[in-house]
Structure formats: structure tokens, C-alpha cells
């Protein structure tokens, strides 16, 4: 089969403690400290052999994150410059959906023919984590596309635990082609509902809310945050091309942040709101130093914090706005369990989200650079890769 494959050396950076899985497994707990002289080709790579409990998935359709493009990225010493959860030689690509091409001899749950998306983050359910329900949270942990090949290919080898049936976007739909590509679209929408509703706690509709990047998971963020009856929506957003996007996915009032001096942002969001203040933020962005003061200063009273957007290093946080305003600031990470494919899923069945606006590009398997150097780019959407395209 043709798949995007990525090598790595392994070579731990001068003074970086190996943990005893890293040396046992060759997993990088951080990737940026341990792989060197990082590339990525389309080839032949042999097609996937599946366990009793796994599926053979054909690759209908899989999405480009900045992390696949972000991973290729090399420091001037030669090392990626991904600094997560990785391992190489791999196939890479973590968000996709396909048809289930064969079952192993164990699984009950699907056959042959029936169209499935796959989560990300592939949970043991025997570490303490998740026997606490905290399945994104696994110590265990295994990522497809990151710890193990995955979905830039023809063919996947999955467990069937982590795939769910797209029965239902197929028969709203009536398209195969469509209910994939909506499929592929359900791992970053799943990030942003885990930071909203399972993470966060949000559930109560008439407050005001801000997302801020317009990336894929804060288009998802705007998405989500239009189907709970938030009074008036906000999306902050730099790139012209991604602000366009979010007022297709529903933001009430898109604004350019660099547009603002010091404290105007968070005084804007309180005229805006009448002196109320934002009820729920939600960072998508990564861009703490800039998010956390204009936060602070339109927080309503109960106010939340989703942060969703990764970012290395320390923020600093006034604590005593969010104590004056008994406000709340969550973290969360990935879209596993808690039912979040499920709802996403029914969401999407039922037309309350649609997140083809954010679908910007489609690319070959064979042509898979063309996407991830448009993804990097940072004007994007989601950019979708498939054999399935010309």
C-alpha cells in the first residue's frame, strides 16, 4: 500500500533523563528532546496484518493537523520540533475515518462495509487513569499516526474499541464521501468538546462567549458554542482567510486582536456585553500571554476558562480576578471517551453542526506535501487527505 512514512534518529539530547518506558519502548514522552534528522515520503510500506480485537479500516478520508506538519519541523540542531508524545519509523496522520475493509476474529461491534471514524487517543483501561474514567489521561497512552502507524495511508490497523460506526452521517447525508470527510472532521471537534462540556463544565445557555484562533479546533469551539444558546458569540483571529471561516461556523463578531492596544480587548468584550463579561472563554489559540490579561479583564461573575490550545512554558495568571469573580480555568487534552464521539457524531446527524466550511483543502495521498505546506502556513482550515482525490 502508498503511505507517508516518517523516519527519525533516535538521539536523546545531551543531559535528558530517558524515563524507563522511553528506553523500554522507544516512545518519546518529548519528542524534541530525543528524535533528530526527521523526513517524511510517500511509499510502499506493506499492507497491515490485524489482531483478534482490531479492524482492517480502508482510509476514506484524514485531516492534517499542526501537529503532522508541526513534527517535520526541525530546530537548528536537526531535532523536530515537536516536543509531544511520539515514536518513528511511522505512518503518520491521527485524524481520519474510513470503511471497514475486515474484522478480526474477536470483534462483535462491526463488519465489513460499515463506515467508522477513529479516536485519537488509544486508552489501555487498566492504568489509574482510566479506571477513573479519565481516558485522555492514560499513562499507558497510544496515538495513532504518533506512537503507532496511522491514517495517511491506504489502510489502518485499528481496535475496534476506538472506532465508532458513522451509520447515522451516512444516511443524513446520503453521500459515503461526505459522511467520511465529516468523519475525519470529528477528532478536532471531539478536542473542543471535551474542553467545553466534559472538562469545563459548560451547560448553561444566555451567556456571552469568546473563542480565541480560528484554527480547526476553535472553528469546532464556535461550532459548539452556537448549538448551547450563548447570547452573543466572539472569535479573535489575525488571519483574514480563518476569519471568514468562523463567521460561516457562527461567531456573532469576529475581531483582528493585534488591533488592540493594551487592556482595549477586554474593555471591547465589556462594552459589548453591556458590562456582563464573557461567561466562557475558550482558548484554542495557545497564545497565553496575550488570552490570559484579556480575559482577566472581561470575566463575568461564575465565568469559565477552556484552556484548549497547547502551549509550552508558564503563564502567568492574576489569580485574584478569577477568586473576585469566583471564575474557574480548566485544562483539558484529546477527545476520548466520555461519550464525546458519540454526541459529536449525533450532532452532525441531526444538522446542528456542519463543519464542511472548515474543510479549505483537499489532497492526494501522493500530493500529501501540498497539504502540510499549506496547513503550516497558518490561512487554513482543515485540509483533507485521500486516495479517494485526484
Not at 500500500?1 to 518506558?21: C, H, I, N, Q, T
Not at 477513573?132 to 489502510?155: S, Y
Request: hydrophobic letters at 35%; proline letters at 5%.
Amino acid at each position: 500500500m502508498r503511505a507517508f512514512y516518517v523516519e527519525a534518529d533516535w538521539a536523546p539530547k545531551p543531559g535528558y533523563k530517558l524515563s524507563p518506558r522511553e528506553l523500554e519502548t522507544k516512545r518519546a514522552m518529548r519528542g524534541n528532546s530525543i528524535f533528530k534528522n526527521i523526513r517524511g515520503s510517500v511509499v510502499d510500506r506493506p499492507n497491515p496484518k490485524i489482531k483478534p480485537d482490531e479492524v482492517l479500516i480502508k482510509v476514506g478520508a484524514a485531516g492534517i493537523c499542526g501537529t503532522d506538519a508541526h513534527l517535520l519541523r526541525k530546530d537548528d540542531d536537526g531535532y523536530t520540533k515537536y516536543d509531544g508524545h511520539s515514536r518513528y519509523p511511522i505512518i503518520t496522520g491521527h485524524e481520519f475515518a474510513g470503511t471497514v475493509a475486515e474484522v478480526g476474529k474477536d470483534v462483535t461491534t462491526l463488519k465489513v462495509g460499515d463506515l467508522v471514524a477513529v479516536e485519537s487517543m488509544h486508552w489501555c483501561g487498566m492504568c489509574d487513569a482510566c479506571r477513573r474514567g479519565m481516558f485522555n489521561q492514560c499513562k499507558l497512552l497510544d496515538e495513532p499516526g504518533l506512537t503507532f502507524d496511522g491514517g495517511f495511508a491506504e489502510f489502518s490497523a485499528i481496535k475496534a474499541k476506538h472506532c465508532y460506526p458513522l451509520n447515522d452521517l451516512k444516511a443524513f447525508y446520503k453521500d459515503d464521501t461526505i459522511a467520511l470527510e465529516q468523519g475525519a472532521m470529528i477528532e478536532p471537534v471531539g478536542v473542543a468538546y471535551n474542553g467545553l462540556f466534559v472538562c469545563g463544565g459548560l451547560q448553561r445557555p444566555g451567556g456571552h462567549s469568546a473563542v480565541f484562533g480560528a484554527g480547526p479546533v476553535g472553528l469546532a469551539a464556535v461550532a459548539l458554542l452556537k448549538t448551547t444558546g450563548t447570547a452573543k458569540l466572539f472569535c479573535f483571529e489575525t488571519t483574514p482567510e480563518r476569519q471568514e471561516l468562523a463567521k460561516k461556523l457562527g461567531a456573532d463578531y469576529v475581531v483582528d486582536p493585534t488591533k488592540f492596544g493594551e487592556g482595549e480587548a477586554s474593555e471591547y468584550l465589556m462594552d459589548m456585553t453591556n458590562g456582563q463579561g464573557i461567561t466562557t472563554f475558550a482558548e484554542c489559540a495557545g497564545a497565553n500571554p496575550f488570552t490570559y490579561p484579556v480575559m482577566e479583564g472581561a470575566l463575568a461573575i461564575g465565568g469559565k476558562t477552556c484552556q484548549i490550545g497547547h502551549r509550552v512554558g508558564k503563564t502567568p495568571v492574576d489569580m485574584y480576578k478569577f477568586m473576585w469573580n469566583a471564575a474557574r480555568i480548566s485544562g483539558s487534552n484529546g477527545q476520548s471517551g466520555c461519550g464525546i464521539y458519540p454526541d459529536v457524531i449525533n450532532l452532525m446527524a441531526s444538522g446542528r453542526i456542519d463543519m464542511r466550511p472548515a474543510i479549505t483543502g483537499r489532497v492526494s495521498l501522493e500530493n500529501i506535501q501540498q497539504g502540510l505546506d499549506a496547513s503550516s502556513k497558518g490561512a487554513a482550515g482543515k485540509i483533507l487527505v485521500s486516495t479517494m482525490y485526484k
